[in-house]
């Protein structure tokens, strides 16, 4: 009887505890920017990186981010019937190892996109929780779901300059103050119980306002950038068709590189993907 009363008292603790604010989380500033394209003209090539990146990312864990973004040619009309436009969804990054590095990069390579002016419009998500909601008998959702809305606007022409992520980065003067987002992180969370999207059934409690970005402070180097191209040809190399003529033909060795380079990418801390 005594166990039971004592197991008792635990579960009701424990389901108290699912209800309040805690100061578990690190506080600070959060902030994603798209680092490239920028409004510029570039010369056509096969794959155009979409490179976003990550700061302060100890803050991003129980925000749940998640970044979309969606592009057409406005030159051809912005109904895409024709098929010149293109969206994509990196809806995993919960998954994300954020201790991995600061910043983090996030990128995507797409193929093959034809001369024309490009509007780039995207969207940041993340997770909030409501502090004054303490009851999980209460009805309605802790949980808040926000976003940011962003656009740039880039070219793509003959003559135009030649995709070049690193020196893009580095020239402050092309870089768009409007292409940011940030999140004040109060460093308090809030316990969400039976909530599988949140980990550790957590959410983070943000703070109003939210601050100013500071972009144009980070730079993607010639390692990383190699790092990027190294995951885009894996991923060619590791497909059942339209692989690349100079691809390894041992389909062991192949496999130990394509690992190999997960892991480089991981030690860079970033997270790539091709359509």
Known sequence: MHFKSRAAWSLL????????????????????????PRNETYAPTEWMPFVFAVQNTKLAKYLVPKINYEGWNVSVGANNSNGAGFSYSHDNLQWANWSSEDPYFVHHFHADLPEGIWRLDWEFWYSSCNEDWTDFTSVGDPVNRNRTLHSVTFTIKEGGQVVDVVAATADDKTCSKENAAAVNVT?????????????????AVVGSPQPTPTPCQVKVDSAVAASMTASLRAELCNRTADRPDDCPKD???QGLAVAGLACLAAGVGMLGFLA
């Open 251 to 253: 389909n062991a060795a």
């Open 187 to 203: 460093g308090k969370t809030q316990g969400v119980p039976s909530r599988l999207d949140m980990p550790d059934n957590t959410c």
């Open 13 to 36: 603790v424990s389901l108290i505890s699912l209800g309040t604010v805690s100061n578990a989380a690190d506080s600070g500033v959060l902030e994603v920017d798209l680092l490239f």
